[in-house]
């Protein structure tokens, strides 16, 4: 069998690593990860949401970088030549051209969100965050909003970066940019941790992430937290895959997925580590939602000592995992540009660029001048977001993993896993039966289409499937 030769790889053996994290580690851990938390109770979430990482997620990657090693290309073009290989039906290239969408669309409106991080960096160390309450600071946070020109000049600024470190390549631009980036990030969370420590609230914190109340655990938090753990491993976006077309054949996919999700989860804790305590420590409500890291944590920065050197501190490392997260966005389209039509990565970098800038301006709008625009019920932000979240992820997850486990011959992934047999056979079970019936139930329950208790529904479809693959012998409904 003739292998593809990959066009680029990572030049270090910790480039993928460094980027795959760098692409995992953003504002899912940072943000997103902290608040679901806080709302869904604490421990059992974080429980249900480590349980995810290992069913799902993981197998989920692993499937991921070994199709973009094996087809080594852009999603597109990866997807497309394993299904060669396979004398498979080319349409399943559309699936790479949905996740490398997704990530795009991801992208628009995440440099909104990462524009929010830069401009709250500057806005601790310039004092205008100086308020006495939580709602002072939701007024400052509204006020940010309402300005056009500040809000967009934040998220160009983003993406111009993001733009930039693309433009100059895989090993000049993203490994270079990410060997610097992650440890630097590495080192701000543990001072952070280290400042929580002294916060007087660290036990509280600490008991709430990781005290379990198996009250806590419903149907809707487990979903919660399924949906997490793809968007936290950048999963069915495109870029995991894009990244994976770069590892170098003498790498593990096992140990470096295992690697890169370990590293994931450790941040999101850390990171959770680092806010609730402060957050206890000034007598402040965990559960304060989406507004947790932009007006809760900014006040009691300010109630305690060199809590100003701290929250810029903490500014500065939510914007640099948001640029790592960023950059791994958009390098499925630009590869794809390159490879597919011989477009420069510069060229492919402003093109995309400039389609990125005018649909996330539209989401940049949403919160002021379109604020009023709300086709059926959303404005354009919550659209991109519900589309992609609801809609491409979970799909993209599904086909991907029916792709492995049932499409292609075995030894294409038996070969570019190179697993012991015991592993393969995990690995298999998992894509074929566990990953896509958990996706499924995902998905249609983040459409509503699930009206009664999920935890119900899968017993209900575990159920289905194994009466599927029985006869009437063993449970009498044949
Ligand atoms: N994993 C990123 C985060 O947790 O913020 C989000 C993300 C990155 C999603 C890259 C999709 C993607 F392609």
Request: charged letters at 10%; proline letters at 4%.
């Amino acid at each position: 069998m003739t292998r593809e030769k990959p066009k680029n790889l990572w030049l270090s053996r910790w480039g993928f690593i460094l980027a795959a994290t760098g692409s995992a580690v953003g504002l899912g851990n940072i943000w997103k990860f902290p608040y679901i938390t806080g709302e869904y109770g604490g421990g059992a979430f974080v429980l249900m949401y480590l349980a995810c990482i290992l069913a799902i997620g993981i197998p989920v990657m692993m499937t991921e970088i070994a199709i973009g090693r094996r087809g080594r290309g852009s999603p597109i073009d990866a997807i497309g030549r394993v299904v060669k290989e396979n004398n498979g039906n080319p349409l399943w290239k559309a699936v790479g051209g949905m996740a490398m969408l997704a990530g795009f669309m991801i992208l628009c409106f995440y440099v909104v969100v990462a524009g929010w991080a830069f401009a709250y960096t500057v806005k601790m160390l310039d004092g205008s965050l100086a308020a006495t309450s939580v709602e002072a600071l939701g007024g400052v946070f509204e006020a940010h909003n309402a300005k056009p020109w500040q809000l967009g000049g934040w998220s160009v600024l983003v993406a111009l970066l993001t733009l930039w470190i693309v433009a100059k390549g895989v090993q000049k631009g993203i490994e270079n940019a990410v060997r610097w980036m992650m440890p630097g990030l590495a080192v701000m969370l543990l001072i952070l941790v280290g400042y929580a420590f002294t916060s007087g609230g660290f036990s509280a914190g600490f008991d709430f992430l990781f005290s379990f109340d198996a009250s806590k655990i419903t149907g809707e938090a487990l979903l919660a937290a399924l949906g997490h753990a793809f968007f936290t491993l950048s999963l069915a976006s495109g870029a995991i895959l894009t990244y994976g077309s770069y590892l170098p054949d003498n790498q593990s996919v096992a140990r470096t997925t295992f690697v890169v999700a370990i590293c994931d989860t450790c941040v999101a804790l850390l990171a959770g580590l680092a806010i609730f305590p402060i957050i206890f420590a000034n007598g402040m409500n965990p559960g304060a939602g989406p507004g947790l890291i932009f007006m809760s944590l900014p006040l009691a920065f300010q109630q305690m000592p060199f809590g100003t050197a701290f929250g810029v501190l903490f500014f500065a490392m939510v914007s640099v995992a948001a640029l790592t997260s960023a950059i791994s966005m958009i390098e499925a389209t630009v590869a794809y540009l390159n490879e597919k039509h011989g477009i420069s990565r510069l060229k492919a970098a402003a093109g995309s660029g400039a389609v990125l800038l005018v649909i996330s301006l539209l989401a940049m709008l949403s919160f002021n001048l379109l604020a009023g625009w709300t086709p059926l019920g959303k404005n354009f932000f919550d659209w991109l977001d519900y589309l992609t979240s609801r809609w491409m992820m979970p799909l993209g997850g599904i086909f991907i993993v029916l792709l492995a486990g049932y499409a292609l011959r075995d030894e294409i992934m038996r070969d570019e896993l190179n697993l012991p047999p015991l592993g393969y056979a995990l690995w298999l079970f998992m894509v074929r039966y566990v990953s896509p019936v958990l996706i499924l139930v995902v998905f249609l329950h983040a459409l509503g289409w699930l009206m009664i208790d999920p935890v119900a529904q899968w017993y209900w479809i575990a159920g289905a499937l194994v009466c599927s693959r029985c006869s009437a012998r063993c449970c009498g409904h044949g």
